[in-house]
């Protein structure tokens, strides 16, 4: 088998989602341009460029925090860091590096102190968070309100770390984003068989050697950088979209964990990227709320249209089932019917096969109708020969299905979970279904 036979429906899929998106992020700047007259000025680049790449480090990080079920996680880690950024404010100033030194202490702290919460204590994880990201950040609101009280100018714009301030973005912070961004993806591509394992499968991580509190501290701090690094993106309210929202999206399309980090990051950089772009067209619309928005409405478009997944195909698939319901619930009283009397191709009154059937019934007819397995003529409905076919074939399902029931454990058949809706040849071996049907041929069913 070849290396593209070799890949499934599924993973085309995915990787058809990633070209369409890198396209229309290709568009998204000619297309600004002619409608909207829109510069790309230094500002406008170097925000679209941080915001671009704080996406996909936080949609690839943001994937072991959504299947961990640790959402609340990051939410509480980014409240976390306005004491921090508060603390360092009044020790070091208004420069950026010790403001962001401060609030990646403060969060890294709050995580050690759910750590010992959880420890001593009865509490649960989700009330553990609570409690952090409600007094954590109820303190760097009072001493943000004590910071602006002082008679300072320079803590002037302090409070924009709650919401982000995208404007004041310059390129040296975009390379530190970028620099720190790297050695987290490498660090993730290191350790991504033990990042895989302590997520799905902590037991068997450790009976293994790995070391599953080093390795949930490490990610647990990675997860902090990155939001240390996208505050002033993003502020500590709405960063822990950009770390949840891409993954949550990605999750509808894929069940494997290598696709979904990649499909989340690009999500992230899609926000990141063309949230700014957007936010560049007004000065008046909000560069962090506005990536947000554009992952929100990832994640909409994800739930509502992800096959397998997705709303409207969950609907579809609802219809289609009700309609083969119908179809064969029909089938079967118009077969045995039609026995009752005489022949497979005996009349069937209409009157009774709706009275029958209920409301079920006319949309079973109009299946079988369409389908050709049924004829309505002179004394009723008929069966034409591809519904006799049909009829007998459910009927032989049905006779192997109560063999197995009854004979499974005697003649050492797999087990399976019995659905006579289902064709048993589509969940047995084909050597399990041959003893089946010997045994049926000896008139050992009921």
């Not at 404010?89 to 750590?115: D, K, M, N, T, Y």
């Not at 069940?255 to 989340?264: G, N, P, R, S």
């Amino acid at each position: 088998m070849t290396a593209r036979a070799a890949i499934s429906r599924d993973d085309r899929r995915v990787w058809l989602i990633i070209a369409a998106i890198a396209l229309v992020s290709l568009l998204i700047i000619p297309f600004s341009q002619a409608l909207f007259g829109l510069r790309f000025t230094y500002t406008v680049r170097v925000v679209a460029l941080g915001g671009s790449f704080l996406g996909l480090i936080s949609g690839a990080l943001g994937c072991f925090a959504v299947l961990r079920r640790e959402s609340l996680l990051g939410d509480a880690l980014s409240h976390a860091a306005l004491p921090g950024v508060a603390i360092a404010f009044l020790l070091a100033g208004r420069e950026l590096s010790p403001l962001l030194i401060g609030a990646g202490i403060a969060s890294w702290l709050s995580l050690r102190f759910v750590a010992a919460l959880l420890a001593t204590t009865r509490l649960k994880q989700d009330a553990a968070l609570g409690i952090v990201l409600a007094s954590w950040f109820a303190a760097g609101i009072a001493l943000l309100a004590y910071i602006q009280s002082i008679p300072d100018a320079s803590q002037a714009g302090l409070d924009h770390f709650i919401f982000g301030q995208a404007a004041a973005i310059i390129e040296s912070d975009v390379r530190l984003v970028m620099g720190v961004g790297l050695i987290i993806l490498c660090l993730l591509a290191l350790l991504w068989k033990e990042f895989k394992l302590v997520t799905f499968d902590a037991e068997f991580a450790g009976a293994n050697g790995i070391r599953i509190g080093l390795i949930n501290t490490l990610l647990s701090t990675l997860i902090v950088v990155t939001i240390v690094l996208g505050l002033q993106l993003a502020g500590v309210i709405l960063m822990v979209g950009m770390l949840i929202a891409p993954g949550v999206a990605a999750r509808q399309w894929t069940h494997k964990l290598d696709q979904m980090v990649i499909l989340a990051a690009v999500f992230g950089a899609f926000s990141g990227g063309v949230g700014a772009v957007i936010s560049a067209l007004d000065s008046d619309i909000p560069t962090g709320p506005t990536i947000i928005v554009v992952a929100f409405a990832l994640v909409l478009l994800s739930l509502a249209l992800a096959p397998g997944r997705g709303l409207l195909w969950s609907r579809l698939r609802q219809r289609s089932n009700r309609r083969a319901f119908a179809a064969r619930n029909t089938l079967r009283n118009l077969y045995r019917y039609a026995l009752a009397h005489g022949a497979v191709n005996a009349p069937v009154p209409d009157s009774f096969i709706r009275g029958v059937g209920d409301r079920g019934a006319a949309l079973g007819l109009r299946e079988l109708d369409g389908a050709g397995h049924v004829r309505l003529g002179e004394g009723g409905w008929r069966l034409s020969q591809s519904g006799v076919k049909l009829a007998r074939r459910d009927i032989h399902n049905q006779q192997l299905w109560d063999t197995y029931r009854l004979y499974a454990h005697e003649l050492a058949l797999p087990n399976v979970a019995e659905d006579r809706e289902r064709e048993i040849a589509s969940l047995l071996p084909a050597e399990a279904v041959a003893i089946l049907e010997a045994k049926l041929a000896e008139g050992a069913a009921p």
